[in-house]
Every structure is written in structure tokens, then in C-alpha cells.
């Protein structure tokens, strides 16, 4: 364990570092000062990702606990920790980074993958009107299993599992609305299940060198596709098997959340634990020889 923490610490340091340096650098750039705190805490970036990202490779699920037991277990690797109530402020402070750090793990050189989204609830559907935490970002929306009170998430993965981008939204948002952007980057073959057919949303992704194929209603003609287009459609559930990993094992979702920051960061390090992970599902390249 303790080689595990030193490694994700030595990772996350060295992104701190170029971090800071892009920062002073934009700042000059752009002729303005960066805002130094007014009371600097006693953790370091750095240390209050690698708590974050520890905590989603453990078994626990409940960050209070796990800070206590981390915080007697590796005191001396970790000197200046704090009491759990100021860590939960500090966690608010890693939100830009943690984002700019799961970026720049994304996948960019692919040129196949999928596309899907899938429910995050943030509490039960019948307390959703009484929700005060997420009053002003979750709403209600309908899923495969029935109407939800949150968000959804929105991935787009290569055959080998990886994450070629991201995003949130509200639970009312339709899926093909966030496509376009979440493929900005993207230059290759998609594959998507029938939420996604759009004539127009094809041809504008045709454009951008995007082919979008997912599967057709009945009522719509058959278009012809290469053996190898097929055979990655019926593969589609490798983004499922994705999603699995994130809620059963990573712990993407649970109703604790007592701010939008804290559950956006939540959500950050667990994708970004997901992407430093060696085991992902994937698509074997023999079964794709055609």
C-alpha cells in the first residue's frame, strides 16, 4: 500500500508542478496577477489528490472514515494532516486541477470507440423535490430504468477501454446534445446505441471526419456497412461493462454529497482512478480479424 501511495504521489506531484508553471505563465501572457490564498493550509495539492485518488483504490466507501484511518495508519508520510472537517474544505480547492489532470489523461490518439451515457442519482426519486444540495443543478430525468433526480454522464471510450472524453450534465439533457463537443477532438468511427440517430447530428459529425453508426428502428432502411463496423456494433456493451467498473467497484454514485464541488470532484477522482488503472475491459484483437 504504502508503494502504491508514493507512486500516485510522485504522479500527482509532477502535474502540480507543470500546473503552477502554466499558471504563472498564462498570468503573464494575459498581464494579470494570480490571487495567492489568503491562508495557505498545511497540505499541499499534491497531498490532497493522492488522499482523494487513495481513497477510491480502498475498499471504503466513506471518505470520513477512510480520512480517520489514513490519517493513523501513514502520519508519517503525511506529517500535516489535518482534521477531517478541514479536509473537506481543502478537497474544494483540488476541483480545477483534478479536472485539468483527467484531461490531459484522456485518450487523444484514437480512431474508434463508443459512445453512451448513464444515470448518476444523488437521491431518492420521491426526495428529489426536497433536495437542498442540488436544488439548482439536478433535475429529473428518464433513463432505461424508470424516471431519476440528478445527472448523467456522458463517456466516450476506445476499443481498449479508455476514456476519450467526458461530461455531466443535467438528468432532462439529451443524449446526442453534448456529442458534438465531446467529439471535437475526435477523428475516426463512433459507435452509439439508437438515442443517437440524428440526420442532422450525422452529417454535422461527417464533417468534423466523425462516423457516427449506432443501431437502426424498424422502420428505417438498412445501411451497408464494413464487416469490421458490424462486428464492433455488436460489441457496443464494452462501454457498459465501463460503466459497471465506475459504480460497482470505483463508487460513482452515492447519496452523501453536501456540496456541487465535493460531488464534481468525487466524480473527477474517480474517473481519473479509473484511467490510471492497468485492467480495463477491452476488445481483443483477435476477435476483430475480419
Not at 484531461?103 to 451515457?117: H, L, P, Q, R, V
Not at 431519476?148 to 467526458?166: S, T
Not at 438528468?171 to 471535437?184: C, F, H, I, Q, T
Not at 428502428?217 to 457498459?240: C, D, F, G, P, T
Request: with cysteine.
Amino acid at each position: 500500500m504504502i508503494d502504491t501511495i508514493i507512486f500516485i504521489f510522485c504522479f500527482v506531484d509532477d502535474f502540480c508542478k507543470l500546473y503552477e508553471d502554466a499558471l504563472k505563465k498564462f498570468a503573464l501572457l494575459s498581464g494579470k496577477r494570480l490571487r495567492k490564498p489568503t491562508r495557505v493550509p498545511c497540505l499541499t495539492m499534491a497531498e490532497i489528490i493522492t488522499i482523494l485518488l487513495v481513497f477510491q483504490r480502498s475498499k471504503m466507501r466513506d471518505l470520513k472514515t477512510f480520512y480517520r484511518y489514513f490519517k493513523e495508519s501513514y502520519i508519517d508520510l503525511f506529517p500535516n494532516l489535518t482534521t477531517y472537517e478541514r479536509f473537506n474544505e481543502l478537497q474544494k480547492r483540488a476541483f480545477p486541477v483534478l479536472s485539468a489532470l483527467l484531461n490531459s489523461m484522456f485518450c487523444k490518439t484514437a480512431t474508434e470507440g463508443y459512445i453512451d451515457s448513464t444515470k448518476i442519482d444523488v437521491c431518492h426519486i420521491k426526495r428529489g423535490f426536497r433536495n437542498k444540495v442540488f436544488t439548482e443543478n439536478a433535475t429529473f430525468g428518464y433513463s432505461s430504468m424508470g424516471k431519476f433526480f440528478g445527472f448523467k454522464l456522458h463517456l466516450v471510450i476506445d476499443l481498449n477501454g479508455n476514456i476519450i472524453n467526458a461530461s455531466i450534465t443535467p438528468a432532462n439533457v439529451d443524449d446526442r446534445g453534448p456529442v458534438e463537443s465531446l467529439l471535437k477532438q475526435f477523428k475516426g468511427t463512433i459507435f452509439g446505441d439508437k438515442g443517437y440517430i440524428s440526420k442532422k447530428l450525422f452529417q454535422n459529425l461527417l464533417k468534423n471526419e466523425v462516423k457516427l453508426i449506432t443501431r437502426i428502428k424498424k422502420n428505417m432502411q438498412n445501411q451497408m456497412m464494413i464487416l469490421r463496423e458490424k462486428i464492433l456494433l455488436k460489441k457496443r456493451s464494452l462501454i457498459e461493462s465501463v460503466f459497471n467498473i465506475l459504480k460497482n467497484e470505483l463508487g460513482l454514485i452515492h447519496s452523501r454529497h453536501r456540496s456541487i464541488i465535493n460531488f464534481m470532484v468525487h466524480i473527477l477522482t474517480v474517473l481519473i482512478t479509473y484511467q490510471m488503472s492497468d485492467k480495463k475491459p477491452h476488445i481483443s484483437e483477435e476477435y476483430l480479424i475480419v
